[in-house]
């Protein structure tokens, strides 16, 4: 069933529009979706959608009229709003006429490594950048690294620039949280993961540590780095080779280059 909402008033628009703020994402377990991409990739995974807002023209196209079906079928609640009042709501910059609110994914960390075996492990140190915390799920997710532990302190994964970046990767990797650096490294050793932090001091290059399976790639603060407690608790501290005067790379190239060495490791070895 469709619904009309034509003032800015309505509760379940005022509902809508406060989780573009972290502590009501938080309170309420709840994230908000923008574009035909995400909400498709969400009924792809089967996140349940508990509403979809829609602008007053969409549903014209084919592949509209088909996503709009879908969201019928799985019993999300439709929303219709007059398109100057749509696009005024929402925070991308050319609309595609669809938002919707998902449910976030289990996040405890006594799930985390259930089924796990030799998988490896990106841990986010205090990241604050959306954007580069989106592009090193979406790494993570092309990678093979599906699973990601995020420290306290690090910006809102679920915020709608990180949502964005992520471009769909978030319904396939698990998340959890660890509260302090110590838990987190107690987490990863019990469960068997080597860890492996970054280091513009470490004696080990990247490309000569052994970081193809059972892994735990700890990437820190864009401006600080990794935190004490990991430089002095992991397994292994290892650096990124550049020359001339760069001091560091982005945090999401950094995380880049170490997870496709993964890769290209779990390739030779598998040959």
Not at 45 to 67: H, M, V, W
């Amino acid at each position: 069933m469709v619904r009309e909402i034509t003032s800015a008033q309505n509760e379940k628009l005022k509902e809508f529009s406060k989780l573009y703020r972290r502590k009501y994402r938080e309170r309420t377990g709840q994230y908000i979706i923008e574009g035909i991409h995400l909400v498709d990739e969400a009924l792809k995974n089967d996140a349940q959608l508990i509403s979809a807002f829609l602008r007053g023209d969409f549903g014209r196209r084919e592949e509209e009229k088909k996503l709009l079906k879908r969201l019928e079928n799985g019993g999300t609640d439709l929303f219709v709003l007059p398109a100057p009042l749509f696009d005024r709501i929402v925070t991308t910059e050319t609309p595609q006429g669809i938002a919707a609110v998902s449910s976030q994914p289990d996040c405890e960390v006594g799930h985390f490594f259930e089924g796990m075996s030799d998988g490896n492990v990106v841990v986010l140190d205090r990241l604050q950048d959306p954007g580069n915390l989106g592009t090193i799920i979406r790494t993570a997710d092309a990678a093979g690294f599906r699973h990601i532990l995020v420290m306290k302190g690090t910006a809102d994964i679920f915020a709608p620039k990180t949502v964005r970046a992520a471009a769909g990767s978030l319904y396939r990797v698990r998340f959890a949280y660890a509260d302090s650096p110590q838990q987190a490294l107690e987490l990863l050793k019990k469960n068997g993961k080597k860890t492996v932090c970054t280091s513009p001091k470490a004696g080990t290059v990247c490309f000569d540590a052994d970081i193809a399976a059972s892994t735990a790639l700890i990437i820190g603060n864009e401006a600080r780095g990794a935190c004490e407690t990991f430089l002095r608790g992991s397994d292994l501290l290892v650096s990124i080779p550049m020359e001339g005067t760069v001091e560091s790379l982005n945090a999401s190239a950094a995380a880049s280059i170490l997870m496709y060495e993964s890769v290209r490791q779990r390739l030779i070895q598998n040959i």
